[in-house]
């Protein structure tokens, strides 16, 4: 990829990032208005949070910006490193990406939790985690993603 290309990488994967780190905490907010945590585990617990939210950012987090990068190369507006993909390959890789993030949140959450040994997590913390989470899974699925919608390989 020329250094056009790895710039846009650059900069989609920061608005990313950053999109994912405020929306995450502030979503949990509006969704569980008054709440002052979560328990650790079962059916409205943090680590289910957790894990739908690695299927969501990763979905959505690989999807749009791809998608958006696709129609902007498709229009002259980015130099193409090689063929670009038909639309549909890229819903499928961000299908593949949400289920390779929620399986690995899965077993590093279940690891994380069962060492922590907590009943509760208190809502600083499950914001932060939130947070957190948000910001690393755009960093790690964001730049695969626009690389696959560019046709680079």
């Known amino acids: 990829m020329d250094d056009v290309l790895r710039a846009h990488v650059r900069r989609e994967t920061a608005v990313n990032i ?40 990763a979905a959505f987090g690989s999807a749009i910006p791809s998608y958006v990068t696709w129609r902007k190369a ?36 279940t690891g994380v939790f069962m060492l922590a040994e907590t009943a509760r997590i208190d809502l600083p913390t499950v914001l932060a985690a939130k947070a957190l989470l948000g910001g690393v899974l755009a960093a790690a699925v964001t730049p695969p993603a626009l690389r696959h919608a560019l046709g680079a390989r």
Not at 49 to 56: D, H, I, P, R, Y
Not at 89 to 102: D, P, S, T
Request: with cysteine.
């Open 74 to 109: 498709r229009s002259g507006g980015l130099p193409l490193p090689g063929p670009l993909p038909a639309p549909g390959r890229i819903i499928r890789f961000a299908v593949l990406l949400a289920c390779a993030a929620m399986v690995l949140v899965g077993i590093v959450g």
């Open 18 to 57: 950053a999109v994912n780190i405020v929306i995450a905490p502030l979503l949990y907010v509006v969704m569980h208005e008054g709440a002052d945590g979560l328990p650790a585990w079962g059916k409205d617990s943090l680590f289910v949070e957790l894990v739908t939210q690695a299927a969501s950012v």
